[in-house]
């Protein structure tokens, strides 16, 4: 146990919410990443969904690729978004709550069905930009943060590890300038 008081206070500033909620989020990352390489041999990444899905509905050879593994890709795209919308209507709404989730002071609550849930602030047209600019950059990267972060940084690839410092600075640099700018949702 940390008891330097210096450390207890960075860790404090670092993580004023605590560090559990994010410690038992990387478990479970980490053991659904486990899951699905011992139960594939495949290492996990979200990024390949969309080429996945397509080899459904195209002949085209780059979607051909992923037969064997696109039932498993839809699968787990389909846990990723019920699990999201699973925690929406339990710990969001306020039905199950645990120390581990403190609502955020972003976004809106509204009710659907006796439920209460949470939408974001962001504007429609921001999430649409970021969706295609992140898409792009999973392609030229060869991959997205489940695959390069999780499971590249963990087996010691290289290349992952270039990518995910480099998505890792420019992110945090994009954090900050906007920031500065005084931008909000």
Partial sequence: MITDPVLLQAAADLFPNGISRYAVGGLLVGLGTVVIYVGTGIPAGASTFLESTLSYVSDQSRFQRYVASRDWRLVFTAGIVLGGLAFAATFQSGLVTSSLYEPGTTGQLYEVAGLTLWTTDVQPWRLFLGG??????????????????????????????????????????????????????
């Fill in 132 to 185: 295609i600019l992140v898409g792009i950059g999973t392609r030229i990267g060869k991959g997205c943060t489940s695959g390069h972060g999780v499971c590249g940084v963990g087996s010691a690839s290289k290349t992952s590890l270039v990518g995910v410092l480099t998505f890792l600075t420019v992110a945090i640099g994009t954090a900050q300038v906007v920031a500065a700018l005084g931008v909000s949702p």
